[in-house]
């Protein structure tokens, strides 16, 4: 039983990861935790306070990562990088979970749904779809993760939500697009209920929340005393070419994890995809985030 009890997590000491971890162990679950030998002790600390068994690994390598995962019932991936990381770090994990028998396996796919998202729109995921290419011809069974966008963006004075400037942006007249939100919270407890099912099917699509622009125009007025305003920002068309022109103007920002054109590419993902049907309802037992909790 302790066998198919054992879930291993690449990425623990990230925050998502390190949530996760302790979503796992609130569960019930047995939980190994991949980690560098040169992760933050302070972290690592923190996952051997909660209960989480540490495997460190030196190279991150096919052999130690085998190793790791002997025993477990899934491994989830929650590492977060660029090409290094995304593809060729989590195609080592892949590729040491199917050489140790493990049966299932939950990728770093932790966002929007990039299925629905062309090529070239959005840096990260492009890197997500190309590990994916590889995730759908290997020996495993995998379950994607879509939770739309984190919620704590709401905080962060983008354009979508500018609390400084009191504005609210939208492109295209997309004024009742409903954008889907997730906690980081939410997510971990989904993904920990996911981790633990074997039924899983290959995606599921999860939202804390769904508004629109509308929708934080009502809410600005309600819980930031001040009517917000909305401001057009121009066509999808012309939102696309223009990150298209930042990106190749700004060719350091290849080597970032979030360079300015990456973050307007996100916005861009916002008011291009959403999810039609959502999975919360799988496991009936958590307990979703409020909107009015995370402006």
């Known amino acids: 039983m302790k066998m198919k009890n054992l879930i291993v997590v690449a990425g623990a000491t990230g925050n998502l990861g390190g949530r996760i971890c302790k979503e796992l162990i609130r569960?019930?679950?047995?939980?190994?935790?991949?980690v560098r030998s040169n992760s933050e002790k302070e972290k690592v600390d923190s996952l051997i306070?909660?209960?989480?068994?540490i495997a460190i690994?030196?190279?991150?390598?096919?052999?130690?990562?085998?190793?790791?995962?002997?025993?477990?019932?899934?491994?989830?991936?929650?590492?977060?990088?660029?090409?290094?990381?995304?593809?060729?770090a989590q195609l080592e994990l892949l590729h040491a979970a199917i050489a140790a028998g493990v049966p299932r396996f939950i990728p770093s796919d932790f966002s929007s749904d990039f299925t629905?998202?062309?090529?070239?729109?959005?840096?990260?995921?492009d890197?997500?779809?190309?590990?994916?290419?590889?995730?759908?011809?290997?020996?495993?069974?995998?379950?994607?993760?879509?939770?739309?966008?984190?919620?704590?963006?709401?905080?962060?004075?983008?354009?979508?939500?500018?609390?400084?400037?009191q504005t609210i942006a939208y492109y295209d007249n997309k004024t009742d697009w409903k954008i889907d939100f997730t906690t980081m919270d939410d997510t971990a407890a989904f993904t920990a209920k996911a981790a633990l099912d074997p039924a899983t099917p290959r995606f599921l699509r999860i939202a804390s929340f769904s508004v629109s622009p509308n929708d934080l125009v009502t809410l600005s007025e309600r819980y930031k005393a001040q009517k917000f305003k909305l401001v057009d920002m121009g066509s999808m068309e012309g939102f696309s070419a223009y990150n298209k022109i930042q990106r190749a103007q700004n060719p350091l920002g290849e080597q970032e994890l979030y360079p300015r054109w990456q973050q307007a590419q996100y916005m861009y993902s916002m008011f291009l995809v959403h999810n039609e049907e959502i999975d919360n309802g799988r496991y009936p037992e958590l307990a979703w985030s409020k909107v009015e909790d995370n402006i």
């Open 49 to 53: 306070s909660m209960g989480v068994e």
């Open 127 to 165: 890197l997500r779809k190309e590990f994916q290419a590889h995730l759908n011809t290997s020996f495993i069974k995998a379950t994607s993760i879509f939770n739309g966008c984190f919620a704590d963006i709401l905080r962060y004075n983008t354009p979508l939500f500018n609390v400084q400037n």
């Open 27 to 34: 569960a019930g679950a047995q939980v190994k935790a991949i």
């Open 116 to 125: 629905g998202v062309p090529h070239g729109e959005n840096r990260n995921f």
């Open 57 to 88: 690994v030196t190279h991150f390598n096919k052999e130690e990562l085998t190793a790791a995962c002997k025993g477990a019932g899934c491994v989830v991936s929650a590492v977060t990088g660029l090409r290094d990381v995304i593809v060729d």
